[in-house]
């Protein structure tokens, strides 16, 4: 059974720095690829970072590019995102999910991690 869980979260001033970190367990496949989507209050889930374990390929939104830098831990089998120079836009729940690479659809999914930035 796969099974994500998310940690790091905060409350954190503009301007400031968080880390979050996903750890993944019961995965059975090796070319998979994770990823970080957030939720903010009446707004859709959106995608913000993710990365391919097989190639290290890393993608962003625009939103985040130049400020969130997404990396993993192979052998852990631990992704993290670092989150610098936040806003308070990027207030949101923050997921990780689990894909095969070529798929679209994200497989698995943690329950989140609240992320607060404040003025």
């Known amino acids: ?4 869980v998310e940690s790091g979260g905060g ?5 400031g720095s968080l880390r979050l970190s996903c750890a993944a367990s019961g995965l059975a496949f090796t070319n998979y690829a ?4 957030r939720q903010a209050p009446g707004k859709v889930r959106e995608f913000v970072a993710g990365i391919s374990w097989s ?5 962003y939104a625009d939103s985040v590019k130049g400020r969130f830098i997404v990396s993993g831990d192979t052998a852990k089998r631990e992704m993290f995102l670092q989150m610098n120079f936040l806003k308070p836009e990027d207030t949101a729940v923050y ?5 095969r690479v070529g798929e679209r659809s994200w497989e698995y ?8 930035v404040f003025l």
């Open 1 to 4: 059974q796969v099974q994500l």
């Open 11 to 15: 409350l954190v001033q503009a301007g």
């Open 34 to 37: 994770m990823g970080w989507f």
């Open 55 to 59: 190639s290290s390929k890393t993608n």
């Open 95 to 99: 997921h990780c999910a689990v894909k």
């Open 109 to 116: 999914w943690g329950q989140g991690t609240q992320v607060t």
